[in-house]
């Protein structure tokens, strides 16, 4: 298939996760994931939802695209005394060798572009 829609709404589980402890920071946050595409383990598609609570997020060598579908996050990258607001309708890129803090304010569901 050369052209596939992208579910963002989807009605299956999703596969379930949580932060590990050691990146844990606050609350009890829950993540469900739908991959909807891939590409030989290059690039990832798909929808991603978590519940509040904050985390460290640590990006490795990938890129991540975002664009918000419903929620409130507040990133904060390490060394920096900037917070960034995301709410829904907006999009953000994560570069390669991104940490920070990812605080869920209120449910956030995502479309996410990784790619490696």
Same mark, same amino acid.
């Given at each position: $298939?050369?052209?596939?829609?992208?579910?963002? #709404?989807?009605? #299956?589980?999703?596969?379930? #996760?949580?932060? +590990?402890?050691?990146?844990?920071?606050? /609350?009890?946050?829950?993540?469900? #994931?739908?991959?909807? %595409?891939?590409?030989?383990?290059? $690039?990832?598609?798909?929808?991603?939802? %978590? +519940?509040? /609570?904050?985390?460290?997020?640590?990006?490795?060598?990938?890129?991540?695209?975002?664009?918000?579908?419903?929620?409130?996050?507040?990133? =904060?990258?390490?060394?920096?005394?900037?917070? $960034? +607001?995301?709410?829904?309708?907006?999009?953000?890129?994560?570069?390669?060798?991104?940490?920070?803090?990812?605080?869920?304010?209120? =449910?956030?569901?995502?479309?996410?572009?990784?790619?490696?």
């Amino acid at each position: $298939m050369l052209l596939q829609t992208i579910e963002t #709404s989807p009605t #299956s589980a999703g596969e379930t #996760s949580a932060p +590990t402890a050691d990146r844990l920071i606050e /609350g009890n946050p829950l993540y469900r #994931s739908w991959l909807q %595409a891939e590409a030989k383990g290059n $690039m990832e598609v798909g929808v991603w939802e %978590a +519940t509040p /609570g904050s985390y460290k997020s640590i990006k490795g060598e990938a890129f991540e695209f975002c664009h918000i579908l419903e929620g409130v996050v507040e990133i =904060t990258p390490d060394g920096s005394d900037t917070t $960034m +607001t995301y709410r829904a309708g907006d999009n953000f890129v994560l570069y390669p060798g991104f940490t920070g803090t990812w605080k869920t304010i209120e =449910t956030v569901r995502k479309i996410f572009v990784i790619a490696r």
